[in-house]
């Protein structure tokens, strides 16, 4: 049986951002990051990793190095994760080659942020996709410290919690509640395949695409014929 990381391949951001509308959910795609590299298409589960503003003491109160909440973070991904860290500004950096090596070594599926990222030549050549508002040449030390750890942070203006399906391609990054993850594979497979019906009737008879999109009676009366001709 195919898990629901497997299921959720098949579809796109958009697919996935047309079931959670169906379900009530409108807030789901993130804002701001866009994809710096993309290996293939993203699917996994987020590890959530928040910065806040620098105060020197709360530098101070901080665990410091490898206890720093970052590499906490880190070290609890796995080939499934995505690192979805929410940063203070755009173009506020949230690591660069050294500190990715690691999120490499772990075999990460991919990396989202709504902060910049820095050194694009070595980033390229790691495994995982990254999306990013841009890459940028500032620091992040002195300006942002990393904080919460796998909590419920605002990334690119939607609530990303520990566990949430995070699906990424081309067109964006979305984020998915488990808690509604069978509905909306549900949805989509229906969806995909009335899309499929109205595509190939709208092309052998050509129409304004108004007469069956958005779905309306029409629609279903085509997809309840596809059906019973299917049985």
């Not at 710096?36 to 530098?59: C, H, N, P, S, W």
């Not at 820095?118 to 942002?144: C, E, L, W």
């Not at 984020?175 to 594979?185: E, M």
């Amino acid at each position: 049986m195919l898990s629901e990381i497997d299921k959720l391949k098949k579809y796109s951001s958009q697919n996935v951002v047309d079931a959670m509308t169906v379900l009530g959910w409108d807030q789901s795609m993130l804002e701001g990051p866009r994809p710096l590299i993309l290996k293939e298409k993203m699917v996994g589960t987020a590890i959530t990793l928040g910065f806040v503003f620098y105060r020197q003491d709360l530098l101070d109160d901080l665990p410091k190095g490898v206890n720093s909440p970052e590499y906490q973070a880190f070290e609890l991904c796995t080939e499934d994760s995505v690192l979805v860290a929410s940063s203070v500004g755009p173009w506020e950096s949230i690591g660069g080659d050294i500190k990715f090596l690691r999120l490499f070594q772990k075999n990460i599926e991919g990396l989202v942020t709504d902060g910049s990222i820095r050194d694009s030549d070595s980033i390229g050549k790691y495994n995982f996709s990254v999306y990013a508002h841009s890459y940028t040449s500032k620091q992040g030390p002195g300006i942002m410290l990393p904080y919460y750890v796998n909590q419920p942070i605002n990334c690119g203006g939607v609530l990303v919690k520990p566990g949430d399906y995070i699906i990424g391609d081309n067109d964006g990054v979305v984020v998915l509640p488990k808690s509604i993850a069978n509905q909306s594979i549900e949805i989509m497979e229906e969806r995909e395949q009335i899309e499929k019906l109205v595509k190939k009737e709208l092309t052998k008879n050509p129409a304004s695409p108004g007469k069956y999109y958005p779905f309306n009676d029409l629609t279903y009366k085509l997809y309840e014929e596809f059906k019973k001709k299917k049985k």
